[in-house]
C-alpha cells in the first residue's frame, strides 16, 4: 500500500516536497516512480529511481528542477519539487514496481502498485 503527501498550493517559483510511504517488509527491494496527471491529459512520468536509489531517471520537464530520493529503513521516497511551474499543476501518483532493476521505470505499465495521489496547484 502506497500513501502519497505533501501537495498544496503553492506560487510560481516556491517549492513542494511530496512524500509516499510504504507499507510492506519488502519496499527496499521495489523500484519507485512518481507521475501526475493534469485534468483532461493522460498520465505523465515525473521521475523514477531504482530498489536502491543509486539511479535516477527524470522526465526532460522537471529535469534540474525535481529531486526523487529514497529512504529504504524508513520504507519513504520523496519528490522534491522546486522552481515550480504553473505547467506542474497535476494530481501526483506515486508508484512502486515489484522488481528490483537497475533502471528506473518511466512507463505506467511496468509498475505494480499505485497510491491514491496527491494534487499540486501551481498559482502564476
Known amino acids: 500500500q502506497l500513501q502519497a503527501s505533501g501537495g498544496g498550493l503553492v506560487q510560481a517559483g516556491g517549492s513542494l516536497r511530496l512524500s509516499c510511504a510504504a507499507s510492506?517488509?519488502?519496499?527496499?527491494?521495489?523500484?519507485m516512480g512518481w507521475f501526475r496527471q493534469a485534468p483532461g491529459k493522460e498520465r505523465d512520468f515525473v521521475a523514477a529511481i531504482t530498489w536502491s536509489g543509486g539511479t535516477t531517471l527524470y522526465a526532460d520537464s522537471v529535469k534540474g528542477r525535481f529531486t526523487i530520493s529514497r529512504d529504504n529503513a524508513k520504507n519513504t521516497v520523496h519528490l522534491q519539487m522546486d522552481s515550480l511551474k504553473p505547467e506542474d499543476t497535476a494530481v501526483y501518483y506515486c508508484a512502486a514496481a515489484k522488481i528490483s532493476a537497475i533502471r528506473p521505470f518511466d512507463k505506467p505499465y511496468e509498475y505494480d502498485y499505485w497510491g491514491q495521489g496527491t494534487l499540486v496547484t501551481v498559482s502564476s
Open positions: 510492506g517488509r519488502t519496499f527496499s527491494s521495489y523500484n
